[in-house]
């Protein structure tokens, strides 16, 4: 089983900063990798698919980079609305497994 | 528009079986890769299993042998059974379609408890 770790767990930022979130897979996936946000009592959305493709309606300051073991989903200039847990989701292999959230409070 | 909905969730007791359904519009179920994920209260996602568009199926080790993902192309629609649950199955399930779960549905709650 690929197991990815992300970190930090938890991340308090001020409106305007930019976010950084890293995602290891315990082997290389190539760019199978994929991002999530889940507010509040709602559905996971998808934000980022194959590392770094921008999913539609997905707000430009969402950005995703990486490949191989090592990923970095980037939150530019954050926003109020963007509090939420994020996930990261790998789909090279099965079983399919997800990082363990790293959850962003705003200031 | 896409949306996929889930139904079936509810209380049941420990040992017992329900089947979840996912009903899908605005998207083809038969020709597309599909999962079902779940989280249980407070906690993260755990991926629980897919189905192929070729019909081939996946599953987490938790529930390996007790679930069973299929789907209905006539109806859209995808399923999964789930038998023996156990306390530790008591999650909400969403249905997901792509390989990259670009569409979730809304969730269904599961709770085994006696």
């Known amino acids: 089983e690929i197991v990815l770790t992300q970190s930090p767990d938890f991340q308090s930022v001020t409106p305007g900063e930019k976010v950084s979130i890293t995602c290891r897979a315990s082997?290389?996936?190539?760019?199978?990798l994929h991002w999530y946000q889940q507010k509040a009592d709602q559905s996971p959305k998808l934000l980022i698919k194959?590392?770094?493709q921008s999913f539609s309606g997905v707000p430009s300051r969402f950005t995703g980079s990486g490949s191989g073991t090592d990923f970095t989903l980037t939150i530019n200039s954050l926003e109020a609305e963007d509090a939420a847990t994020y996930y990261c989701?790998?789909?090279?292999?099965?079983?399919?497994?997800f990082g363990q959230g790293t959850k962003v409070e705003i200031k | 528009e896409v949306q996929l909905v889930e139904s079936g969730g509810g209380l049941i007791q420990p040992g017992g079986s329900l089947r979840l359904s996912c009903a899908a519009s605005?998207?083809?179920?038969?020709?597309?890769?599909m999962n079902w994920v779940r989280q249980a209260p407070g906690k993260g996602l755990e991926w629980v299993s897919l189905?192929?568009?070729?019909?081939?199926?996946k599953y987490a080790d938790s529930v390996k042998g007790r679930f069973t993902i299929s789907r209905d192309s006539s109806k859209n629609m995808l399923y999964l059974q789930m038998n023996s649950l156990r306390v530790e199955d008591t999650a909400v399930y969403y249905c997901?379609?792509?390989?990259?779960?670009?569409?979730w549905g809304q969730g269904t709650l599961v709770t085994v408890s006696s």
């Open positions: 605005g998207f083809t179920v038969g020709n597309n890769y």
């Open positions: 989701r790998q789909s090279i292999s099965a079983p399919e497994t």
């Open positions: 997901g379609g792509t390989s990259s779960l670009d569409y």
């Open positions: 082997q290389s996936i190539g760019n199978n």
């Open positions: 194959y590392a770094s």
């Open positions: 189905i192929y568009s070729g019909g081939a199926t």
